[in-house]
């Protein structure tokens, strides 16, 4: 964990080390290009979710990146249909009962969608 690597490094904190590290690595910030979309796609099919093997293929991107691209975007099992009056019911519903915990929703109520989707619909409808 950052905290251990902090531990060693005097004068500086996990944010600190976290942060130098992405730096040096290089990583790309911002939107994916539809070509760093493909290389995900072929590193997954390629490595499975074995991120840091994908992060090689995709070449722009860390780990954690490619990672929560897949899982909050790209993966093929998500759904991105279009929401119904209905199914923001069943949202509202949901965080009425688990709060705002978005991984107990995806898990118990709405398991094809994404927790990043589930709570940018949530914001975004001022359902709040």
């Known amino acids: 964990s950052w ?3 902090s531990n060693a490094i005097p ?3 996990n944010k600190d080390c976290r942060k130098r590290w992405c730096k040096l690595t290089g ?3 911002g939107l994916w290009s539809l070509n760093e979309d493909r290389r995900l796609m072929e590193g997954v099919q390629k490595h499975g979710k074995q991120w840091t093997l ?3 293929t995709v ?4 780990s ?3 990672a929560k691209r897949w899982q909050h975007c ?10 119904t009056n209905e199914k923001d019911a069943q949202l509202l519903a949901s965080v009425e009962h688990y709060g705002t915990n978005w991984k107990d929703i995806k898990r118990f109520v709405f398991p094809m ?3 990043t989707n589930l709570k940018n619909r949530y914001v975004t409808q001022n359902l709040i």
């Open 64 to 66: 954690d990146q490619c």
């Open 113 to 115: 969608r994404s927790t």
């Open 59 to 62: 070449e722009t991107r860390n």
């Open 11 to 13: 004068n500086r904190n």
């Open 54 to 56: 994908v992060a090689k």
């Open 3 to 5: 905290s251990s690597v």
């Open 74 to 83: 790209l993966d093929p099992s998500l759904d991105h249909s279009v929401w």
């Open 27 to 29: 990583a790309k910030k």
